[in-house]
């Protein structure tokens, strides 16, 4: 899932102390790590779920020509992710497994695992959880619409609210190492000091928001 990276709609949490134009520039080098890792899965078909529906050209010109491109559908981030759900479970998958584009270092390992839980029958759902109460990734074989409705977005319940969703409904859960978004000024903190005596090469996942990181005159303000 991707919106586009305008200034003002995306990534405002961190605004200020960047800029909007900084946001979006930063959201802009989430996208360019997402596209290059998951253009590197294997065995699975891609898809890329952007809002608002008129920047498909701009997602076009960005993806790979393998990626499936369609546009997010729903008023609140429950709605559209049920609809992706639906959509592509309706088209004969086995399974989807959907993440957002806010941990650009996130490894495909953590997105093959979601798949080889559910296929080897060992899950209903998979979630990936993440340390501020959300989740980086949800997977599924079957359409659950209760999971994505009444859920308190965007606050540290949604991970936990959605789990007892899933228990009254009988399922079985498995839950993925956690891993970070970057919400919020101190992730990007936390994430540049991560990386910082790491070699990263062409090929490194997140290199492209590490190099923005070393580049930006705020964050190393607050080091």
């Known amino acids: 899932m991707a919106k586009e990276p305008v200034p003002g709609k995306v990534k405002t ?25 998951m253009g590197a899965l294997s065995g699975v ?6 809002t608002p529906s008129r920047a498909q050209k701009l997602f076009t010109d960005v993806c790979p020509e393998h990626f499936d491109l369609f546009a997010q559908q ?4 429950g709605e559209k992710i049920c609809h992706i759900f639906q959509e592509k479970l309706s088209e004969g998958y ?3 497994s ?12 953590l997105i093959q695992t979601s798949f080889r839980l559910m296929l080897t029958q060992r899950a209903d759902l998979v979630l990936g959880p993440c340390p501020d109460g959300g989740y980086y990734l949800i997977a599924a074989t079957k359409l659950y619409p209760e999971l994505f409705s009444g859920i308190p977005w965007s606050t540290d319940k949604v991970l936990a609210t959605t789990l007892k969703k899933a228990a009254a409904l009988g399922l079985t859960t498995e ?3 956690p891993w970070n978004d970057l919400d919020t000024f101190q992730d990007l903190i936390l994430y540049h000091q991560n990386y910082l005596h790491r070699e990263m090469d062409a090929n490194s996942a997140g290199k492209m928001t590490y190099s923005f990181l ?3 005159p705020k964050l190393h303000q607050r080091l």
């Open 74 to 77: 729903g008023r609140t981030l």
């Open 214 to 216: 070393l580049n930006l």
């Open 94 to 96: 086995a399974a989807v």
């Open 175 to 177: 839950l993925l190492p």
């Open 45 to 50: 078909d891609i898809a890329l779920a952007y």
């Open 13 to 37: 949490r961190l605004t200020p102390p960047l800029t909007p134009h900084d946001a979006a520039d930063l959201y802009r080098c989430f996208l360019q790590d997402r596209l290059l890792s």
């Open 98 to 109: 959907i993440t957002g584009s806010d941990s650009p270092d996130l490894p495909n390992r």
